[in-house]
């Protein structure tokens, strides 16, 4: 079964720009989430995503978006980047995200993407 | 928000076991506690999750207290391969996903 992938793997821009990524899930995953990761914040929740529907959000600004697909793919996008959005970003997907009535965070990590704003 | 902390690193030699505690004040009642270990330009690796009281998989052990503020994972006889980053992840009562601020684990030979 092929892992979660993500595209691209390294992205260069420059501040005030904007940036969409992309993650393909395992198949049959229908939850998505995404995180970013720096040296010095260590790994922050951005949003999930399942079925369609944004059902958890980090605290983030409003420049940071997200949507899924019917496929269960994703996108997120940053707007007007800044300086500190340089980080790795991971995505990550889930079967489901409860089970019975507990909530598992038994996830599958993509590579990542290095995103570098200069 | 809770605070998730872990050591920030620890050392140990082939053949040890290996214990990683990681403190969260804040646990949501119905969330899991699940460890991830991470090598360089990787993502996260799953790696147990648990409830409460002991669960053990084929690579690991999760201790989780009566009250779940904290949780120990165990690596039973370590190797060069397991020399990583380890990180919790807890869900907190304001249904955020926080990671643990992570433990840099070194085996040495």
């Known amino acids: 079964k092929a892992g979660v992938t993500q595209t691209p793997r390294y992205l260069i821009k420059t501040r005030g720009q904007q940036v969409t990524l992309s993650c393909s899930p395992i198949s049959g995953h229908r939850s998505v989430s995404w995180y970013q990761q720096t040296p010095g914040q260590g790994l922050q929740f951005l949003f999930e995503?399942?079925?369609?529907?944004?059902?958890n959000k980090g605290n983030f600004p409003g420049r940071f978006s997200g949507r899924q697909f019917s496929n269960s793919r994703s996108e997120m996008n940053v707007s007007t980047l800044e300086l500190g959005d340089s980080a790795l970003y991971l995505c990550?997907?889930?079967?489901?995200?409860?089970?019975?009535?507990?909530?598992?965070?038994?996830?599958?990590f993509g590579p990542g993407t290095r995103l570098t704003v200069t | 928000l809770a605070k998730t902390t872990q050591p920030i690193s620890m050392d140990s030699y082939e053949g040890q076991e290996v214990n990683i505690t990681c403190s969260h004040n804040n646990i949501a009642t119905n969330d899991y506690i699940t460890w991830y270990q991470q090598f360089p330009s990787q993502g996260p690796r799953f790696i147990i999750q648990?409830?409460?009281t002991k669960v053990t998989n084929e690579v690991a052990s999760l201790f989780i207290p009566a009250d779940r503020k904290s949780s120990t994972l165990s690596l039973p006889r370590v190797s060069l391969s397991d020399t990583a980053v380890y990180y919790c992840?807890?869900?907190?009562?304001?249904?955020?996903?926080?990671f643990g601020t992570g433990t840099r684990l070194q085996v040495f030979p």
């Open positions: 995503y399942f079925s369609e529907t944004q059902r």
């Open positions: 648990g409830y409460k």
């Open positions: 992840l807890v869900g907190d009562k304001t249904d955020k996903l926080i």
């Open positions: 990550a997907s889930s079967l489901v995200a409860g089970r019975s009535d507990r909530i598992s965070y038994e996830q599958y």
